[in-house]
């Protein structure tokens, strides 16, 4: 009794750990799915600092400027590459204050687009970064405050950050950059002429680690004689073009560029760039070009509902999956459970008084429990006092009769009864009277 009693339990048990086992395989992909997906947001577009924008940080004002001096400005995305050598006519990328989270995002084709401005002729103007702005609600009692107002709260790059950018970029080699603690000037240095800006704001300094390397030209520096504005290249190449570093990038933007000198000195930087060939502003490092994370946006509301359905779904589908694994020693267990249904099923069909519908049933479905799987058993049509019993594998007729539907159900019901009690699967030739 014991022997056969855990016999009976293994099927059961195997059952219960396959289930086991798939729950929590569906429940862990799940699990670390919703963690990896909240914790990695997608990067937003910058809406304040890009040449699109209008806000104090932004540079519309410059991308005016510069094409009313008569100078072809694009922006571009997907082009983090040195413009190829044109003479003249070859274009300069600019990279105007990229933020910090998106040079790291792009930080292999970042370290590569400098590694090769280096290495061969191009003309690349790194603007680094200095203020950013997040939006806040007006103050309730200002009397000025107007109703749907926006309010930008400006603040501080962290000078770590724009040193990260300085270190990808491959110049933190020969540079370091620092801020003053009070408010400044910047004066242009490369020719006669030492147009001079007062941004009674604190200016952001480049200073050498050690002297000037002589691949460096400094083109505008702070009232104190330290460099704002770099040029990098390599001897042999012309005087325009080559790497621009621009420490303080307040001049190129909407904010301080009308103040007296701010436009000229910024003009006097793209003289410096190859007049024939075109600007392109980047926007990748703005977040114009990031992909959408569709895991984020799937786990958190509205498509987080979308999510939960679709797990729960699945986990209903593993549920029953499971339940339907049952080992091979189940199935003569299962086989003859199903015999008893049919035998239920004619009985309760007798008693409706629906003969007829009760032997076309038990006619098609005792092929489907007692036949091997060969035969292929129709139920044909009536007339008279005969049904055909019509067997595919051999093509041979057998005949059911009987006056009324009722006989011709009991006649149908003692053969299968007959093949249930002898084992048989497959209908032979008979003829019940």
Known sequence: MSEKGSTNRDPSRRETLVRGALMAA???????????????????????????STSPGGHFALVELLRENKREV??????????EDQYNETDTLTLLEPGPQYVEHYSSEFEELFDLARER??????????????????????????????VLYEEDVELDLVRGELA????????????????????????????????????????????????FEVLAETGNGDPVILRYEKGGWNDKGGVILVADGDIFTNR??????AATIAMDVFAYTPQQGAILIDEDLHGFSTDASLEYLAATPPGLWVTLSAVLLLLFFGWR???????????????????????????MMERARDNHTAYRRLVR????????????????????????VQKGRTGRITRIQGDTTEDRLINAARKIAHQVRSGETEHGDWTVD
């Open 365 to 388: 479905r005792s092929k489907l429990v007692l036949g091997s799987g060969g035969a292929q058993v129709q139920g044909a049509g009536m007339t008279g006092g005969t049904a055909a």
């Open 121 to 150: 002729y191009s003309s690349v103007m790194l603007v680094l970064p200095k203020r950013h702005y997040v939006v806040g609600e007006s103050d309730p009692d200002d009397p000025d405050a107007q109703e749907n107002e926006v």
């Open 168 to 215: 990808l970029a491959g110049f933190d080699r020969w540079l370091d950059v620092g801020r003053s603690d009070d408010p400044g000037q910047i004066r242009w240095v490369a020719d006669e002429m030492g147009t001079t800006v007062d941004l009674e704001q604190p200016v952001q300094y480049f200073h050498f680690l050690s002297g000037i390397p002589s691949e």
């Open 256 to 261: 301080f560029i009308n103040k007296p000198g």
């Open 74 to 83: 694009r922006t571009v995305n997907k082009s983090l590459r040195p413009p």
């Open 321 to 347: 999956q499971a339940t339907v694994l049952r080992p091979l020693s189940a199935e003569p267990q299962d086989r003859q459970a199903r015999k008893f249904s049919i035998d239920g099923l004619a009985l």
């Open 26 to 52: 569906i429940g862990s992909v799940a699990v670390i799915y919703f963690v990896v997906s909240v914790f990695r947001p997608p990067l937003k577009a910058d809406n304040f600092t890009n040449s699109y």
